[in-house]
């Protein structure tokens, strides 16, 4: 076991405090510190353009993660942004200066931190797996369809509640004329049923009040997500499951969704075509 009283009162070890949003290190940033999370939260951001508010949020560590692990080996310049959620506490120690030193006078710890290193590391990888893995299978679904219809989406959704193992998933697609007005068009609870059921939202805050206004069966554990195309917000899934969902199920979910928002927004021009010809 990590000892992290010995990290803690250890001389090689430095102790860092964040005040909330304070960034520890931006992106292009070089230093040989291997970080570890003494209590609280971070976020791990990227920035996708120049604009400030496109920042994105891509991993939350909490007590006792390590970071930055990547020190023991090279000093490349950081490709992500650190920042407090709120006061935070870190340790710090210069891969390149201490660790040796580290070593020599405390080497069954330094071995107890380096085994935990590798059990992130094999973490990690098994989470990027999962990733990888469930991308694949709903790509590989979509190459696979005859045609692009109510059936073929219906039958994604379905295959996107497997693979994240959802207890049920709700679809909610956008009135193409009226703001706020959802239609609820699937419920896997309902297998293969289509649903026309027009609902009124005031904001998306009151998307599951509304839900269970309608007498629609909702429990506690929900994960309302939106999907994007382009800039139009015009789909929400509500996920159920029976555990919390983890860092790494929102991860996988987001690499679903941009697939399943292209098969969508494809229906969605075949039906604007379908009524344009229909009106000739």
Known sequence: MLDIKLLE???????????????????????????????????????????????????????????????????????????ATESTLLLSINAWEWIENFLSKNPTEWLNLLKYIIYLWNKR???????????????????????????????????????????????LEKHPVLDWYFNLKYDTRYQWKMFEKILEFLSEDEIESTLRNQSIELTDNNLLEKLHIWDFDIWYFVIWKWSEFEENDKKIIISIWSSLSWVIRQKRLLDEEKDKNSMR
């Open 125 to 171: 990888v098994l989470k990027a797996n999962a990733q990888i893995t469930s991308t694949y299978e709903i790509n590989n679904s979509i190459l696979h369809l005859e045609n692009i219809d109510n059936k073929a989406i219906f039958w994604l959704i379905d295959t996107f509640k497997n693979i994240v193992n959802a207890e049920y998933i709700l679809y």
């Open 9 to 83: 009162n250890s001389w090689f070890f430095k102790q860092i405090s964040l005040e909330p949003s304070e960034i520890l290190f931006d992106e292009w940033d070089s230093d040989n510190n291997i970080y570890i999370v003494k209590s609280w939260k971070i976020n791990v951001e990227k920035q996708l353009t120049w604009e400030e508010d496109s920042v994105k949020v891509l991993a939350q560590l909490e007590t006792w993660k390590i970071f930055w692990e990547w020190a023991l080996n090279d000093s490349e310049p950081k490709q992500v942004r650190i920042r």
